[in-house]
């Protein structure tokens, strides 16, 4: 594999999905509550990353491309703030400010090195006719400057708008632009044409409606989907067992992972599709990519909480593999 980890620096790639803000509350546990048997957290520090498509488009600032982001927030502190860490951390944002929907925010409990506790602060919609013709208008005007765009479905409600996913990757298909789609829930008749699409094997269970035990069933029920789908590509992540691309060349291919230690799994898929498409945007081939994908997850799983993968920690892997 021969790979030029600066070239990242002429790829340039859109984001379109839920963005969120991801808050860490780091603390210690010394003694139970007399009010009720909890823990009680004595909060040391509080933090603050990019959550959800924003951590896609983290990951791809961090090892050097050109990343712009388009998603909808809400006339809120946390839409501010979202805004102020994507412009400190080099990425464009077409963030569409809109009264009727909340900044996604979700804020995690962090002691005895393991996450207590979540709270979850949304409103899950979908987008209003007008809303969706703004965001579509916007995407024609930008499109051509793109190299890749990655669709980061969280299932909060901008990808699940009627027609929208299926205009979006029409619109790249017609320019010759490769779409990334990191899917969520069993309706993937919207992600349909897609260039590649990224479940885990959760996210393969629920859409094929089996329960896949062996490699032979994974590959079989991979191609089938696949094939339904009209998909280029299907690269299906396993956590432990690694990953499993099948597509456009003769023979599946199995990835073994490349997990030293599992802090946390969060933000994973974040990284693959991240990497992924930026490898194939800069002319590797899809089994390349995928593989330069599985070895950047194999880093960020021994970090805890949302992180991304830095172009240092991606040379580092990639020298001692």
Known sequence: ????????????????????????????????????????????????????????????ASIGCQTDIMAICG??????QLKQMLSENLITSHLIFNDAHLTITKTRIMALEQQLLRI??????????????????????????????????????????PDITESIISLCRANNISVFVDPKGKDWGRYKYATCVTPNSAELNLVANENIESEKELIEISERIRKEYSLDWLLVTRGSKGMCLTGEFPSPL?????????????????????VLAAGVSIGLSFQDAAMVANKAAGVVVGKVGTQPITKDELEAVLNHS
Not at 12 to 29: A, P
Not at 75 to 80: I, M, P, R
Not at 129 to 158: C, P, T
Not at 256 to 271: C, H, I, K, L, M
């Open 75 to 80: 006339n809120d502190k946390a839409g501010d």
């Open 254 to 274: 199995l990835i073994p992972t490349q997990a030293r230690q599992v802090y946390d799994v969060s933000g994973a898929g974040d990284t693959v599709i991240s």
């Open 1 to 60: 594999m021969n790979i030029n980890l600066s070239d990242f620096a002429k790829s340039k790639i859109l984001v379109i999905g839920d963005i969120m803000v991801d808050c860490y509350l780091w603390g210690k546990v010394e003694r139970i509550s007399p009010e009720a048997p909890v823990p009680i957290v004595q909060t040391l520090k509080r933090t603050y990353m990019l959550g959800g498509a924003g951590n896609v488009a983290l990951n791809l």
């Open 120 to 161: 979850d602060e949304e409103r899950i919609q979908t987008l209003q006719v007008g809303l969706k013709e703004y965001l579509l208008s916007k995407l024609r005007e930008i499109i051509l400057s793109y190299n890749a765009v990655i669709l980061s479905d969280y299932g909060k409600g901008l990808l699940k708008t």
